[in-house]
């Protein structure tokens, strides 16, 4: 048997090998590296069976925004709704009918839902993307958040939403695109360009 | 299958079990008050940046009528891969949202002063502590995430100051990063709650109380 004894002293372990981490395209990816422009458009969409609907933290970076919809339960709605977190993704219930609808629409008339929750589906790069980042829940609602590219050069963003299953209408709700594009170019590093390593 | 041929699991149920129909409500101390519309104070913000490439951004902050609700985010430096491995695993969640004594030295440390003296940190083991009265404040953890290039701890802070501001204040000693502090302006945050309590979802709605912890335990 060969001598191992030592075989790692010499190893460096602030190495690191070729499989460097994935970093997705830009219609996917949340640019981390940039402090966003928030929006204070916190409000009410709409109230339904037992639910209300909730736009919260609209966030706005260089490439798009991120926004967050909770769904609050009733106060006299007693116990715990076990489907309501669930049905506000389309990950596990895709064809569920109880299940959040939510689309953005641009002036030129693209779209994109969260039947495809993973964000862009199709041809890369998409036309548009709305993707579903994860949520949580407790006894008292749940939220989701997303990410929609790209910021529309031209014209508003409309949000669409609805939730049949909770008799929540077909809505919409209008992003002023002035006020968006302004906020994506307010946007500003969060490290000094000497800071940066080498990407 | 077990030795006898019988399956362990039972056949499910078409629905399991309610749990009794009374819904769990929080004291105010530790309950966010979702049936309100939080205001959003757009104060995103670089905290500081540790020797070992990662940035700390306040990168939300929601006021309710009672108290408010904060993230803060840890970044890697873009193209730093030392930095990218660093803030993936359970063991920088547990430093970065978690509770439990194996990180607490490692702990991003987070805190907040009141103009009055009143302190509270998330240096404990096992979170706030659960009591019928309410303590003189409280910061706990409120969930989390991460992936794709960042981690993220959302805290909810209780009270509100009455009079004068509140401070955060942020530290990550064992990376490097020595004491922060992010003065919120009390009388911006006292107008936002007050926003907040007007923004009712269900008016006229009635309330359950709070379930107590002796009720609990």
Do not use: K
């Amino acid at each position: 048997m060969a001598q191992l004894s030592g075989f790692f002293d010499d190893a460096d372990e602030t190495a690191v090998g070729a499989h460097r981490p994935y970093v997705e395209p830009e219609w996917q990816r949340i640019p981390h590296e940039v402090l966003p422009t928030q929006l204070p458009l916190n409000g009410l969409l709409a109230h339904g069976r037992d639910i209300a609907l909730v736009l919260t933290t609209v966030t706005v970076y260089p490439t798009g925004l991120v926004f967050s919809v909770r769904a609050v339960r009733h106060p006299e709605a007693e116990g715990f709704d076990h489907d309501l977190s669930g049905a506000m993704h389309a990950f596990s219930n895709p064809t569920s009918a109880d299940r959040f609808r939510l689309g953005i629409e641009y002036a030129d008339g693209r779209r994109a839902t969260n039947d495809f929750p993973g964000g862009a589906s199709g041809p890369h790069p998409p036309e548009t993307v709305l993707r579903d980042l994860g949520g949580g829940g407790s006894a008292d609602g749940a939220g989701a958040t997303y990410w929609a590219w790209p910021i529309p050069a031209d014209g508003d963003l409309e949000i669409v939403y609805a939730w049949p299953g909770r008799d929540v209408p077909e809505g919409r709700y209008t992003l002023d695109g002035a006020t968006l594009r302004a906020a994506a170019a307010a946007a500003t590093p969060v490290w000094p360009a000497t800071d940066a390593a080498s990407s | 299958m077990t030795d006898a041929g019988e399956p362990f699991f039972a056949p499910l149920a078409e629905a399991p079990d309610d749990p009794p129909g009374r819904r769990y409500v929080a004291p105010p101390w530790m309950r966010i008050p979702t049936e309100f519309v939080p205001t959003l104070l757009p104060l995103v913000r670089l905290v500081g940046i540790t020797d070992d490439g990662l940035a700390v951004v306040l990168s939300e902050v929601e006021v309710y009528p009672t108290g408010l609700r904060f993230t803060l985010r840890v970044v890697p430096r873009p193209g730093d891969d030392i930095a990218a491995a660093a803030v993936t695993g359970p063991d920088f969640y547990a430093e970065t949202a978690g509770y439990g004594a194996p990180r607490l030295a490692r702990r991003l440390r987070v805190g907040a002063c009141w103009d009055d003296g009143r302190t509270a940190t998330n240096l404990f083991l096992h979170g706030p502590e659960f009591d019928d009265e309410a303590p003189a404040t409280v910061l706990r953890v409120d969930g989390g995430s991460g992936g794709g290039g960042f981690v993220e701890a959302n805290f909810w802070l209780w009270p509100l100051p009455a009079a004068g501001d509140l401070t955060l204040v942020v530290a990550w000693h064992h990376r490097g990063l020595e004491e922060q502090g992010i003065v919120l302006n009390g009388d911006e945050l006292r107008a936002a709650a007050h926003q907040s309590t007007v923004a009712e979802i269900w008016p006229g709605a009635r309330h359950a109380a709070p379930t107590l912890p002796s009720e609990l335990f």
